[in-house]
């Protein structure tokens, strides 16, 4: 199974930072990640797809890049709605496998 | 629009076996697969298995043979079963849309197992 090791398990920041998580693999999984915001009750929201490409309605602060092992996930100008868990799922094999998350909050 | 909805028991006694629904609207399982997650207390997101449009299904192999999925098309109905449910079972369980990504997700189902 690929292991996905999300850094920080949690971030603090303040109103208008950039913010940055990093998922790596434990091995290439060949741009196949994708990042989902969840708020406390709520179903996951799929925010990126394929390394980088926004899902329909995500916002342009939100912006993903990599490839082979190494991820990250940035928030540009982070608002108040964006306070949340991320996680990063690869779905490049069976089973699917997710970072443990982050969870996002402000200073 | 897409909506999944789960549904099922908050709570189980150890050793029995979980039921949940997965009530699907604005797509067909037919066309997509259906897949089921689920959330530990405070911890990550946890693939159990997928049914796909075609009826194949896929297993985590953490489950080994206590998982299975299958479905009711002419309801949009999809079903999780799980026996033997322990203490380590309890969690939240989600049922999401499979489309090689997976896209939309319900809101989850907390299953608690306790006597």
């Known amino acids: 199974d690929i292991q996905m090791t999300q850094s920080p398990p949690s971030l603090s920041a303040s109103l208008g930072d950039k913010v940055t998580i990093t998922c790596q693999a434990s091995?290439?999984?060949?741009?196949?990640i994708a990042w989902y915001q969840q708020k406390p009750g709520k179903a996951p929201r799929l925010l990126i797809r394929?390394?980088?490409t926004l899902d329909s309605g995500t916002p342009s602060r939100f912006s993903g890049s990599g490839s082979g092992r190494n991820y990250s996930f940035s928030i540009s100008n982070v608002e108040s709605e964006d306070i949340a868990s991320y996680s990063c799922l690869q779905y490049v094999n069976f089973p699917y496998t997710f970072g443990a998350g982050t969870k996002l909050d402000l200073k | 629009q897409v909506q999944l909805k789960e549904s099922g028991p908050g709570l189980v006694q150890p050793s029995q076996t979980l039921s949940l629904t997965c009530t699907v609207s604005g797509f067909s399982i037919s066309s997509y697969g259906v897949m089921w997650v689920r959330q530990l207390p405070g911890k990550g997101l946890e693939w159990m298995g997928v049914i796909w449009g075609n009826g194949n299904t896929k297993y985590n192999s953490i489950f080994k043979s206590r998982l299975s999925i299958n479905r009711d098309t002419s309801k949009s109905q999809v079903f999780l079963k799980m026996n033997n449910l322990q203490s380590e079972d309890t969690a939240m369980y989600f049922c999401?849309?499979?489309?090689?990504?997976?896209?939309?997700w319900g809101q989850g189902v907390m299953v608690t197992v306790s006597s």
């Open positions: 999401a849309r499979f489309n090689w990504v997976v896209d939309y």
């Open positions: 091995q290439n999984i060949n741009n196949y």
């Open positions: 394929y390394t980088s």
